[in-house]
C-alpha cells in the first residue's frame, strides 16, 4: 500500500470547481498583486485570529524578515530563538546583521524551552521568537512574563500553526508582538506557490507592516523608511479565500489521525502513552503529546498536527524499511541550528542543546495529511511493529 508523506491532490479534488473559479477570476481581472482578493483574505484572517491587523506577504520567511525590520532590529542586536526549528527561523535574523542566539528544547513538546530563556539575555537582547512547532503552541505565558520583565518583543514564528489556540483560548500569533504564518503548500493552509502573512493586535506595527511590504513607500515613490517586496500574489489570495473556511474541518481530520496511531502504537505495545522522554523495553517509540488536551464540549485546537512526530531509535533504518514498504516519511529537522556550517561562528553554537540533537537525531514525521485512509495508518504502524520485532 502507497502512503506518501502528503497529497493535496485529494484536496484539490474536493474543491476544484471553486478553486478553479478563483483562479480564472484573478486571470479575467488582470488584478495579479494585492488588490480585492487579498483585502478579502486579509479580513477573513483578522476575524478568524482576532487580530486587529493582518497584512498578506510574500512567504513565511518574508513575514519573519519584514517582522524583524517593524520592530527595528539593528545589525549586532541580539534575537533569541530556539535551536530546533526550520531554518528560516534563525536565517533571517543573520540578514539583518542582527545574531540569533539559540536555546534549547522543551522534551516534551520540542518548542523553546522557557525556563532557558533568561540564562541567555544580554544587553544586546531586544527580541525573542518562539516557534509553534509541527502545530502545538509554545508555553507563550511563560515567554510573554520574562518579555515583558526585560522590555524584549516577541514575534511568533506560527508557520506550522494557523489556527491553533493557546490554553487561554487565543489564537496563536496573536499573543506576541507580531505572529508570523506560512502559505507554503504543505502548511494547514496551503496556498498555491508561496505566500505568507504578518499578524498584530497593535494597529500601529501592522501599519508599519504595511508600509515595508511596498519598499516603505507612501505616497507611492515616496520613501520615509526602506521596505522591500514582501507582496502577496491575488492569485495566492483567491485560492485561499477557498481554502480558509475548510481550514478548521482539516485540522480536526489531522488530530483524528493523530490520536488512531497513538491508540494503535500503545495498542501494539510500543507505547505506554504519549509524551514518554526516553526509550525503554515498554517504549520503543516516544509518541507526540498535546499538552493542554481538547474536550469534548468546547473543543479546542490545541495542536493542529501540521506534522506527527514520533522518535524512535535506529531512526535512519526505519526509515528506509518504511520507504521498501512504500510508506514516506521526513525528518524535521536533522540538523539543528548549532550544528549548522553557516552558523558556526557563532557564540551561541558553542553552547550544548541536548534536547535538540536528541530530536534530530531520533525523529521522523508520519504522513497525517487530513485525506489519510484508516487503512494506510494501519498499515505504518503495523510495519514500525515488525521493524521494532526484528
Ligand atoms: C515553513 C516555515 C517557515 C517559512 O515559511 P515559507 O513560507 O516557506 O517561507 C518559517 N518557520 C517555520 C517554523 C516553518 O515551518
Not at 532557558?116 to 539575555?121: A, M, P
Not at 517509540?285 to 481538547?294: C, D, K, N, Q, T
Request: aromatic share 10%; proline share 4%; with cysteine.
Amino acid at each position: 500500500m502507497k502512503v506518501p508523506l502528503l497529497d493535496l491532490v485529494g484536496q484539490y479534488k474536493s474543491l476544484k470547481t471553486e478553486l478553479d473559479n478563483a483562479i480564472l477570476r484573478v486571470a479575467e481581472s488582470q488584478y495579479f498583486i494585492l488588490g480585492p482578493e487579498v483585502d478579502k483574505l486579509e479580513k477573513s484572517l483578522c476575524e478568524y485570529l482576532g487580530v486587529k491587523s493582518a497584512i498578506g506577504v510574500s512567504s513565511g520567511t518574508d513575514a519573519l524578515l519584514v517582522s524583524l525590520m517593524a520592530i527595528d532590529i539593528q545589525p549586532g542586536d541580539e534575537v533569541i530563538l530556539p535551536t530546533y526549528s526550520f531554518f528560516a527561523t534563525a536565517g533571517v535574523v543573520s540578514r539583518l546583521n542582527a545574531v540569533p542566539v539559540f536555546v534549547d528544547s522543551d522534551p516534551i513538546t520540542f518548542n523553546i524551552n522557557p525556563e532557558l530563556i533568561e540564562e541567555k539575555i544580554t544587553s544586546k537582547t531586544k527580541a525573542i521568537i518562539p516557534v509553534h512547532l509541527y502545530g502545538q503552541s509554545a508555553e507563550m505565558n511563560r515567554i510573554m512574563e520574562i518579555a515583558k520583565k526585560y522590555n524584549l518583543k516577541v514575534i511568533e514564528d506560527g508557520a506550522q500553526a494557523i489556527g491553533v489556540q493557546y490554553e487561554d483560548g487565543r489564537m496563536v500569533g496573536s499573543i506576541g508582538d507580531l505572529g508570523c504564518f506560512s502559505f507554503f503548500p504543505s502548511k494547514n493552509l496551503g496556498a498555491y506557490g508561496d505566500g505568507g502573512l504578518v499578524v498584530s493586535m497593535d494597529e500601529k506595527l501592522g501599519e508599519k507592516v504595511k508600509l515595508l511590504r511596498v519598499h516603505g513607500s507612501h505616497p507611492k515613490y515616496y520613501h520615509k523608511i526602506i521596505g522591500g517586496n514582501f507582496r502577496l500574489d491575488a492569485i495566492q489570495a483567491a485560492v485561499l479565500n477557498v481554502k480558509l473556511p475548510h481550514l478548521d474541518s482539516w485540522s480536526e481530520k489531522r488530530r483524528q489521525n493523530a490520536a488512531l496511531y497513538t491508540k494503535l502504537f500503545i495498542e501494539k505495545g510500543l507505547a505506554e502513552a504519549t509524551g514518554k522522554t526516553t526509550f525503554d523495553e515498554r517504549n520503543k517509540v516516544l509518541l507526540p503529546r498535546a499538552i493542554y488536551e481538547s474536550n469534548k464540549d468546547n473543543v479546542k485546537n490545541y495542536h493542529i498536527y501540521n506534522q506527527y512526530i514520533i522518535r524512535t531509535q535506529n531512526r535512519d533504518e526505519l526509515r528506509a524499511f518504511l520507504l521498501k514498504n512504500e510508506i514516506v516519511t521526513e525528518i524535521y529537522y536533522p540538523v539543528p541550528f548549532h550544528r549548522q556550517e553557516c552558523f558556526a561562528n557563532l557564540a551561541s553554537s558553542k553552547g550544548k542543546y541536548p534536547v535538540a540533537d536528541f530530536a534530530a537525531d531520533n525523529s521522523i514525521a508520519l504522513p497525517i495529511f487530513p485525506e489519510l485512509s484508516t487503512q494506510q495508518i494501519e498499515f505504518v504502524v503495523e510495519k514500525i511493529a515488525a521493524f521494532c520485532e526484528k
